[in-house]
């Protein structure tokens, strides 16, 4: 078997120790047969080199590519994140689209493309990730390269109809028939993505899974949907639930209950909806107020997007609206933190939860709805609460499904969950976790880079 290729757009070096589930399956992957790991340094240049800083680590190689300014600016900020990303997580409204941003994105690939087409081999397999990249394969197939190339896309892919508003849509969406596999989290993104092919691209499928384009190019697709390293979380989760972080956190709720909200700050995660939710919770269950409180925990990112900025005023507005409206001298409602823990400290704050938050108003699959649950004690397990429109909701049976949108909704939702018998908080989170601890992050990876070596 020939190395494994991944390519991404940021590289989880270890000494950088960009930890989580992901890197940590990569890193296993690439160790196992020995491997090659590509992307963007992370770092902002003015004259960028030819060709990426090689670094190697046992078995592992990283390449790494710095930006020049103009293409951070139109690839980075301008395409992929204001553009693709607001589009594909059904908020055309944010989306702001320039000819001058795609054309920096399809230069960067193609840079990367160059880049990365020199130090392959021809019984590489190559597994590129998320929308930052999507037209890569193509960019290496011009190139001549014809190493087995797989794609799996993070984000959900959004229905035909809105991908049509997308100018260019058809180029970029076209692009993916040079990949050998394409997956994506859920069976419905999958749906989408041949139904797209179909009607815009006049392609055939007989399953929905093989699809063949007008052009002669035969692609596969298939949802993997992504997980976690259930046993490690469960792990720190028992550890953590001891430790001087969670006491510290247990004892300053004074035996009060704990709602969980940990998200990066993105307007795809719904956390105005969901301050609004407990809001609305606190006013209409008068009896619930001082029982109860929310820790938000939320690290800033993409700052350097205005979207993102505005985003963070307004919930520092709404943090700051309900707890003055409610707080007592011994108690505020929402905590609100916008800094990064440890893994391991975060697992032992779910533990002691009694609610976990998880309510994107789309997300490819929410990680922290998978965590929250793999964290959870079989005495007296919390209970989920969890959106719809997260990929996850597909596996996660036993949560308390919301439509975020409807804020009443969320709000019955977190007394429902407060309410609930101790039975059905294990029968539900039983389910969940014998799911889990089958459909973990290794299988994930497994099932993908099997369908892709098996072509
Ligand atoms: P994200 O949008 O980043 O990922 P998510 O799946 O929830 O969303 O993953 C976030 C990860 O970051 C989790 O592992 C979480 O524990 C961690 N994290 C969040 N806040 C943290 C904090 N304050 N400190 C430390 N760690 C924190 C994208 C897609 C998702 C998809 C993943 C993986 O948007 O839908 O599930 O990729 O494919």
């Not at 399809?106 to 998320?130: G, I, K, P, S, Y």
């Not at 890569?136 to 390269?145: F, K, Q, T, Y």
Request: some cysteine; aromatic content about 10%.
């Amino acid at each position: 078997m020939g190395r494994l290729v991944v390519v991404s757009n940021r590289v989880a070096v270890p000494r950088e120790r960009r930890a989580g589930g992901l890197a940590a399956a990569m890193h296993a992957a690439l160790s196992q047969r020995g491997g090659l790991w590509f992307g963007w340094s992370g770092r902002v240049v003015a004259a960028p080199a030819d060709a990426p800083k090689m670094e190697a680590q046992g078995a592992i190689t990283y390449a790494l590519t710095d930006l020049g300014r103009a293409d951070y600016e139109a690839y980075y900020l301008g395409y992929a994140n204001r553009a693709l990303w607001p589009l594909f997580h059904y908020q055309p409204n944010l989306v702001e689209f320039s000819r001058a941003n795609l054309e920096g994105y399809l230069r960067v690939n193609r840079r990367f493309a160059a880049q990365l087409a020199r130090l392959l081999r021809e019984d590489d397999t190559v597994w590129v990730h998320d929308y930052h990249l999507i037209p890569l394969a193509s960019e290496l197939r011009a190139l001549g390269v014809g190493a087995r190339i797989g794609f799996f896309l993070h984000i959900p892919l959004p229905a035909p109809e809105l991908m049509a508003m997308l100018p260019g849509h058809r180029r970029l969406v076209e692009s993916l028939a040079d990949y050998d596999l394409v997956g994506l989290q859920t069976e419905a993104d999958r749906h989408a993505l041949a139904d797209y092919f179909v009607r815009e691209c006049g392609a055939s499928t007989a399953d929905g899974r093989l699809i063949l384009t007008p052009g002669g190019r035969r692609f596969r697709i298939g949802a993997f949907p992504i997980s976690i390293d259930t046993a490690l979380i469960a792990r720190l989760a028992t550890s953590g639930s001891t430790n001087a972080a969670t006491r510290g956190l247990v004892s300053s709720l004074q035996g009060r209950a704990l709602a969980i909200g940990v998200d990066r700050l993105d307007y795809s995660k719904g956390l105005p909806e969901r301050f609004e939710a407990f809001g609305r919770f606190l006013a209409r269950h008068a009896e619930r107020r001082r029982q109860v409180s929310m820790m938000q925990i939320a690290p800033l990112s993409r700052e350097d997007v205005p979207e993102y900025r505005e985003l963070r005023e307004r919930l520092e507005r709404m943090a700051g609206a309900t707890n003055g409206q409610y707080a007592e001298p011994d108690w505020v409602p929402i905590r609100y933190i916008n800094r990064s823990f440890q893994q391991a400290t975060l697992s032992g704050y779910y533990r002691v939860a009694q609610i976990g938050l998880v309510t994107p108003l789309r997300d490819g699959m929410n990680l922290v709805a998978k965590e929250f649950v793999a964290a959870q004690g079989a005495d007296d397990p919390g209970v989920l609460v969890l959106s719809r429109f997260a990929g996850s909701a597909n596996e996660l049976a036993g949560a308390l499904l919301v439509n975020p949108h409807d804020v009443d909704d969320t709000a019955e939702a977190i007394e429902q969950a407060l309410a609930m018998p101790l039975a059905e908080r294990r029968a539900r989170w039983q389910t969940m976790f014998d799911w889990l601890r089958t459909h973990d992050i290794a299988a994930w990876r497994d099932a993908f880079l099997a369908a892709l070596d098996a072509g």
